[in-house]
């Protein structure tokens, strides 16, 4: 973690309100639309979600940058620049993965320091209360839906999983 995001996590760490994430519990997600798949098959699905490499958050990105030219828009004070689109690795190995597991998440506010300059500290905490509200889950679902659809298939393989799982548990064992 550099010197800035430090400075950012002391900053926020007393706020209540400060919640930049947005969460999609597939496990519930799978329950409500594929009631039919067993526990297993639901963590096996959502295992698949977490170890796709070439799972798709564009759509989530690019809505994200919608919000924020909308409010941008709103607000003569936000200077946008042209920026990269690259993403770091999360390090979430503070969270309890027990409660997280099934959970695939976007660290909205980091998202947007990485991508956009210009806002103040201030403007922040709207931003993100905004995007959450107006997001659109849609895109997500989608990528589910054709992971649910490939599994049912028999597209993969549970010893792959199983292997794959293993090296997950390496890895963040580390």
Same mark, same amino acid.
């Not at 210009?118 to 997001?135: A, H, N, R, V, W």
């Not at 298939?153 to 890895?171: F, K, P, R, W």
């Given at each position: 973690m ?5 400075r950012?996590?002391?900053? @926020? ?6 919640d ?35 799972? %798709? ?12 030219f ?12 042209? *920026? ?16 997280? %597991? *099934? @959970? ?33 889950? *849609?895109?997500?679902y ?19 999983l ?7 548990d ?5």
């Amino acid at each position: 973690m550099g010197a800035a995001a430090e400075r950012r996590a002391l900053l @926020l760490e007393a706020d209540d309100t400060y919640d930049p994430f947005l969460t999609i519990d597939v496990n519930e997600y799978l329950i409500k639309e594929f009631p039919t798949l067993s526990a297993k098959q639901r963590q096996s699905v959502w295992h698949l979600c977490q170890n796709d490499e070439d799972f %798709d958050y564009d759509p989530i990105h690019d809505q994200i940058d919608d919000w924020v030219f909308e409010y941008a828009e709103s607000d003569p004070n936000v200077v946008l620049e042209n *920026s990269s689109h690259t993403a770091e690795e999360e390090d979430d190995d503070d969270q309890n993965e027990d409660d997280l %597991d *099934s @959970l695939v998440f976007v660290d909205v506010e980091e998202y947007l320091q990485e991508n956009f300059d210009g806002f103040e500290e201030d403007e922040i905490p709207y931003l993100l209360e905004l995007i959450t509200y107006k997001f659109d889950y *849609s895109s997500v679902y989608i990528q589910i839906d054709r992971i649910v659809s490939n599994y049912n298939d028999g597209q993969y393989d549970d010893e792959e999983l199983e292997d794959e799982s293993e090296v997950s548990d390496e890895t963040t064992s580390s």
